[in-house]
């Protein structure tokens, strides 16, 4: 069964940074594309970024240029890398797998990140 783990979250002030981390176990990673998922309260989740099983990488227009997607095979691990934090950054944010020969996408647990004025 494939599992997925967020860390990393926390409380920084805006203008700050801060870097998540999602580890798969239970399937080889190299086979999954991954995504990073947002969700503020009140609001619908939403796309933030996807980095693909070859390294290729899209971004929310809402992030692009602040925030770095990455994916270490070896650690079976994404990142996402968060600088120049806004308060609008604020929301539990969740990894996301799809992997080959699965039918369905794998969530995380979600990991809360909360941005100050």
């Known amino acids: 069964q494939v599992q997925l783990a967020e860390s990393g979250g926390g409380s920084v002030q805006a203008g700050g940074s801060l870097k998540l981390s999602c580890v798969v176990s239970?399937?080889?990673?190299?086979?999954?594309?991954m995504a990073w998922f947002r969700q503020a309260p009140g609001k619908e989740r939403e796309w933030v970024g996807s980095?693909?099983?070859?390294?290729?990488?899209g971004y929310a227009d809402s992030v692009k240029g602040r925030f770095t997607i990455a994916r270490d095979n070896t650690k079976a691990t994404m990142y996402l890398q968060m600088d120049n934090l806004k308060t609008e950054d604020t929301a539990v944010y969740y990894c996301?797998?799809?992997?080959?020969?699965?039918?369905?996408?794998?969530w995380g647990q979600g990991t809360q990140v909360t941005v100050s004025s």
């Open positions: 239970g399937y080889a990673f190299n086979n999954c594309a």
């Open positions: 980095i693909s099983r070859f390294d290729s990488r």
């Open positions: 996301q797998a799809t992997c080959l020969m699965l039918s369905t996408p794998y």
